[in-house]
């Protein structure tokens, strides 16, 4: 029997009456059990192609409904018309049959995948002061850029393409090895044309027909207010140059702002410390705190305590989406003196004893007493 008119139901094992999800299922497990590159037996590939045929034809209604009819699905394959590894793979790459079996890529975007420019990242340093104004910046990107020289066509004179005469056409080459468990077949891209089935008939010198160059170049970057640490920022079509004119991939910039002298960053609020002397605390005051923009003023109520925290609204930083700022706290830190004056002591000795606190005598006190008995 040719494989033009092969049983399909019975290469993927299922009934004339399956659903498309039971084909779709039977599919994957039998592509998985017989893929060249995982099963050594002589007759993987046949089966592959095999299994292959078969969903191209029982996974397409239109194309179902003619082999239920006709039991083929292509008037010339009559006899024993027979389709080549080419057709079967539809333009795939091996990676790419792998993630469609694993739940991927739709058919016909393998082709494009394989020539468009690949996604680039960068890294960039801004202080909290930038993160909370938003600021411009520009990065220095090594990259593939279109040729200019060939308007990123990969031809010198504007001749075209050919066949590619490694792969004819297909853009996958096939490599068998004799090992000891059986002939081992791989399937790879074609270097020789990157994999497009076509080579360029008067490459560009410039460019050597890849339609691309290696540039340093300079991105301007946009980073809006309120931008965090380890955000990123997708430019699309701005990472590396695709193959002869393909759509290039995206600049991911990811910002990163290291920890503030003094500010401590949540969210869209902002954290800062403020001393305070006891008396400060004990008598309330108007202290200057510095803010992410400048000096703010904070009113410190009368008997504020360690710890208290003084919230100032809208000092924070912009909200990145929706609008306004987040809030600054304020924590109070009162600082007990750690040395007196004499004069110091007897006055703070005296506010003790309003509170109706007994003198204690220092540890100094007792032992001057001990030693003088
Ligand atoms: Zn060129
Ligand atoms: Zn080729």
Redesign the pocket.
Known sequence: MSAGTKDHYAVLGVERTATEAEIKKAFRRKARECHPDVCSEHDAEERFKSVNEAYDVLSDPSKREMYDRYGTVDPRMGGGGRPDLGDVFGGFGMEDLFSVFFGGVARGASRRARTQGRDMAVQVMITLEEAAEGVDREIAVNRLVP?D??G???SSDGSGTKECSECGGAGQRRTQQRTFLGVMQTVAPCERCSATGQLIESP?A??A???R?PDRDHVSVEIPAGIDDGMQIRMRGMGEAGFRGAAAGDLLVTVRVPPHEFLHREGSDLHARMSLTITEAALGAEMEVPGIDGDVTVTVPAGTQYGDQLSVRGAGMPRLRGSGRGDLFVHAAVEVPRKLTKEQREILGQLAGTFGEEPRATPLDRLKEWLTG
Do not use: D, N
């Open positions: 040729c020289e060939c990123a066509t990969g560009c410039e460019c027909g890849q339609g160059v």
